[in-house]
T-cell receptor, first 112, second 111 residues
Framework: EAQVTQNPRYLITVTGKKLTVTCSQN?????MSWYRQDPGLGLRQIYY???????DKGDVPEGYKVSRKEKRNFPLILESPSPNQTSLYFC???????????FGDGTRLSIL | GENVEQHPSTLSVQEGDSAVIKCTYS??????FPWYKQELGKRPQLIID?????GEKKDQRIAVTLNKTAKHFSLHITETQPEDSAVYFC??????????FGGGTRLMVKP
């Protein structure tokens, strides 16, 4: 089954404790991206990757890091999480940036 | 960069009526305009998309229209049903590299 898998689905943690949200896709997509969703603000892109070892900033990259060492994986790293990063995060993949994007089920992060 | 505005933020219709959601974008180079539906607690899912070489696209009860000159596009849902209740997002691409989303419209279809 074609899917985008995110882990964990839920996480409550404290300020400053490094965390990683994993994202994996099995559709051989070249393009992957991370979004955060906040009430009234829609989906805002954090980072995207057009291929292995190629990443670029989206609209809200501050406080986040990503890596794309393999085609199927695109982890999101919060080196020093802060409360304003409390949000619902979605990973998505597609063949390119202007093709239909397949979203994961989301990760709800709470930073205390 | 691209800026996408979406209206209205909430929309309530009676079952069987039509619903229209409108979006405007700023980057005249945008060529891809998808619409996503997000049910409560679920992931966004693509329902229809349109590219700049066409002005309208239909899929059963859903249609999207695009006016590139005015830089706006709209989602039309006819004969609405309770299962159409969800949040709808429009988006526009930015030079084919990324999507910028509108703020979303919460559609409520009353039985």
């Amino acid at each position: 089954e074609a899917q985008v898998t995110q882990n964990p689905r839920y996480l409550i943690t404290v300020t400053g404790k490094k965390l990683t949200v994993t994202c994996s896709q099995n559709m051989n997509h070249e393009y992957m991206s991370w979004y955060r969703q906040d009430p009234g603000l829609g989906l805002r892109q954090i980072y995207y990757s057009m291929n292995v070892e190629v990443t670029d900033k989206g609209d809200v990259p501050e406080g986040y890091k990503v890596s794309r060492k393999e085609k199927r994986n695109f982890p999101l790293i919060l080196e020093s999480p802060s409360p304003n990063q409390t949000s619902l995060y979605f990973c998505a993949s597609s063949f390119s940036g202007n093709q239909p994007q397949h979203f994961g089920d989301g990760t709800r992060l709470s930073i205390l | 960069g691209e800026n996408v505005e979406q209206h209205p933020s909430t929309l309530s219709v009676q079952e069987g009526d039509s619903a229209v959601i409108k979006c405007t974008y700023s980057d005249s180079a945008s060529n891809y305009f998808p619409w996503y539906k997000q049910e409560l607690g679920k992931r966004p899912q693509l329902i229809i998309d349109i590219r700049s070489n066409v002005g309208e696209k239909k899929d059963q009860r859903i249609a999207v229209t695009l006016n590139k000159t005015a830089k706006h596009f709209s989602l039309h849902i006819t004969e609405t049903q309770p299962e159409d209740s969800a949040v709808y997002f429009c988006a526009a691409d930015n030079a084919g590299n990324m999507l910028t989303f509108g703020g979303g419209t919460r559609l409520m279809v009353k039985p």
